[in-house]
């Protein structure tokens, strides 16, 4: 049962905007687990963010409150995609990002200003994920792919400027070039002045007179774009790929995000994987495995030679070593693992049924089923005696 948001940040119900904001900031400061001395902070951390995420947003907040938790859509309020929670080992890089997000920039006191106000210093831009479905065999032995995302990228009219030249810039009539705006407020304490960023100009003291045609003055442009991507050897579901600065374009100057591709490999008919390790399940008959034998098995390599000793009992495994799949990042294979499966035969021939009517018959298979159970009984004998 997932937590209630406004006990995680110690609130009532309906508390106000200010309230949640302080509780926020005063938490998360607790918490954070770069600082944090307390135990479970990241995982506290990463609560309260998710509570705060939500609580200071009116339109998530509205559909928490009437909803809660169970709300289906709910989830895709947090922006990520569908099937998201069925990887493993990719929810770090967001988080890290997240939290990179909120204290680059200006220290903590900074985030608000930061994250909830537009402003005209250089932000990076968002991150980008992409689902990737590769088959057993291009994970194991690597390929390239193509990968489809759609982003913002800097209008390369204007370089993201939002305007051809300095001509096309004129001083801000709000500020009068300042980038500050005054205030004079009279409180219970005397004369209170207030400096704040010019909301016209958003601080440069400029505006643009002549945007640029191609962008609007915004400096960003909206593109599809296929990118080919090398998937390694070895890789396995859950681990995912990073393309630095190929995300979404940063705003006014800042740095672009990042791509994250992450992988899903999809099941094969008959190999399994562990690892760099294959397993596979060989039928092999009877008399094979009674005399001994020499099968073919399937490896990723194609069909391997295995010497099945006489008497192998059905489900013995046996290692095919180097036949598996390629060290991620590093040299060498894993294994292959063959456990063999005696059938026993469903449809016989006239000559195969009389053959096995005389093994029947044959008194050694007998006397060893015997004996057995006679050990078995002596044992039983002796317990209750
Ligand atoms: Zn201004
Ligand atoms: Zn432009």
Redesign the pocket.
């Known amino acids: 049962m997932a937590k209630d948001y406004y006990e995680i940040l110690g609130l009532k119900k309906g508390a106000s905007d200010a309230e949640i904001r302080a509780a926020y900031k005063r938490l998360a400061k607790k918490y954070h687990p770069d600082i944090s001395k307390e135990k479970n902070a990241e995982e506290k951390f990463k609560e309260i963010q998710e509570a705060y995420s939500v609580l200071s947003d009116p339109q998530k907040r509205q559909a928490y409150d009437s909803f809660g938790h169970g709300f289906e859509g709910f989830k895709g309020f947090r922006g990520f995609g569908e099937g998201f929670s069925d990887f493993s080992g990719f929810s770090s890089p967001f988080d890290l990002e997240d939290l990179f997000d909120m204290f680059t920039g200006g220290g903590f006191s900074d985030i608000f200003s930061t994250r909830f106000r537009k402003r005209s210093t250089p932000e990076r831009g968002s991150d980008i994920r992409v689902n990737l479905s590769v088959s057993f065999e291009e994970a194991a032995f690597g390929v390239e792919k193509e990968i489809r995302v759609k982003r913002t990228i800097k209008?390369?009219?204007?370089?993201?400027?939002?305007?051809?030249g300095e001509s096309d810039v004129g001083v801000c009539s709000y500020c009068h070039g300042s980038g500050m705006v005054s205030k004079t407020r009279r409180t219970m304490l005397g004369l209170f002045q207030t400096t704040t960023t010019c909301p016209n100009c958003h601080g440069s003291g400029k505006v643009i007179k002549n945007?640029?045609?191609?962008?609007?003055?915004?400096?960003?442009?909206e593109e599809e774009k296929k990118i080919k991507v090398k998937i390694p050897a070895g890789i396995n579901t859950g681990n995912f790929l990073r393309l630095k600065g190929q995300g979404n374009a940063g705003e006014h100057g800042g740095s672009a995000g990042d791509i994250y591709v992450v992988v899903f490999v999809e099941p094969h008919e008959i190999f399994k994987r562990d690892n760099s390790d294959v397993y596979v399940e060989v039928p092999i008959s009877f008399s094979e495995a009674a005399l001994g034998s020499e099968i073919e098995a399937p490896t990723l390599y194609g069909m391997a030679k295995l010497k099945i000793p006489a008497g192998t009992q059905s489900g013995t495994i046996f290692r095919l070593k180097g036949k598996g799949i390629p060290h991620l990042n590093a040299t060498g294979k894993g294994d292959e693992f063959v456990k063999v499966i005696v059938q026993t035969p469903q449809k016989l021939s006239k000559k195969e049924r009389e053959l096995l009517k005389q093994l029947r018959n044959e008194e050694a298979f007998h006397k060893k089923r015997k004996s057995f159970f006679e050990k078995f009984q002596e044992r039983l004998r002796k317990k209750f005696r």
């Open positions: 209008c390369p009219v204007c370089s993201g400027k939002g305007y051809a945007p640029c045609p191609k962008c609007r003055g915004r400096g960003l442009l």
